[in-house]
């Protein structure tokens, strides 16, 4: 982990996360919460209906090559600010609740299919709390869950987990079923770094990572190099999000 502006940590380099960002929040009471449990009901209609109409639009969340992630799907409507156009057109309210919520730089739909494990792996910053808002939850097993650091729990429909992906996490569905939520980051509201430094910032993170995964020869990189490489893409990056504000494809 790398700290990048005053007090945001971002996976660059394979160190340990040394920040105070605990792995779970309590959103109980928030607004965010009551927001989301006041429109559950159509936001499950609605993406219920379309996960059935448009199955094969929901798309491995990190493509064919990587290792262990075959079994989450997901659909994007937000990616770091960027709109989805085509996604958004097709979950409109959800979009119109998403939408209303402070700070919010990611949002997507993710599927988890039946038998699958998501093995253990970190986020790309501290800076944003995600949150998983449940659609979609195989009922009285003990087969499906997620861990977060040493903390281990499950989901409920209609209720709102949070926590800092910085910290290493795994996500299993031992089910016949599919597990369906929705998450979204927010930018945390104690740093001083604005929605588009971390947004593109953090995209930079995932870049970088994404680049080691292809050409595993860049993980012996100097840190300087990797902490250059960073920065000057996430400037570049800040620069095309404020051109092109919505995308119809993710990379």
């Known amino acids: 982990m790398n700290r990048v502006g005053d007090n945001v940590s971002y996976y660059l380099t394979p160190r340990r996360y040394a920040g105070s960002e605990p792995t779970l929040y309590d959103m109980k009471g928030s607004r965010t919460e009551a927001l989301l449990k006041d429109n559950f009901g159509a936001i499950r209609e609605e993406i219920l209906r379309e996960y059935a ?118 996500v299993w569905n031992r089910t016949k079923e599919v597990r369906i939520v929705v998450i979204f980051d927010t930018v945390r509201n104690n740093i001083a770094d604005t929605d588009a430094q971390v947004a593109s910032r953090t995209f930079a993170s995932l870049l970088t990572k994404y680049a080691a995964q292809k050409a595993p020869w860049l ?29 119809d494809r993710v990379f």
């Not at 448009?54 to 960027?82: I, P």
């Not at 990797?226 to 996430?234: W, Y």
Request: charged share 20%; net charge positive; aromatic share 10%.
């Open 53 to 170: 109409s448009q199955y094969e639009s929901f798309t491995l969340a990190y493509g064919n090559d990587v290792k262990g992630f075959t079994g989450w799907k997901s659909r994007t409507l937000v990616l770091f600010r960027l709109n989805n156009r085509k996604n958004i057109a097709d979950f409109p309210v959800l979009y119109a609740v998403l939408k209303k919520i402070p700070r919010l730089v990611l949002a997507t739909i993710s599927v988890l299919e039946p038998d699958s494990d998501i093995p253990g792996h970190y986020g790309d910053t501290d800076g944003v709390i995600r949150h998983h808002f449940a659609i979609k939850v195989p009922s009285g097993s003990d087969d499906l869950g997620m861990k977060v650091g040493w903390d281990r729990f499950s989901w409920t429909e209609g209720e709102l987990v949070a926590f800092n992906a910085i910290h290493r996490h795994c």
């Open 219 to 247: 993980k012996n990189c100097p840190d300087p190099v990797v902490l250059t490489t960073h920065r000057l893409l996430s400037v570049g990056i800040r620069a095309a999000i404020g051109v092109k504000r919505g995308f």
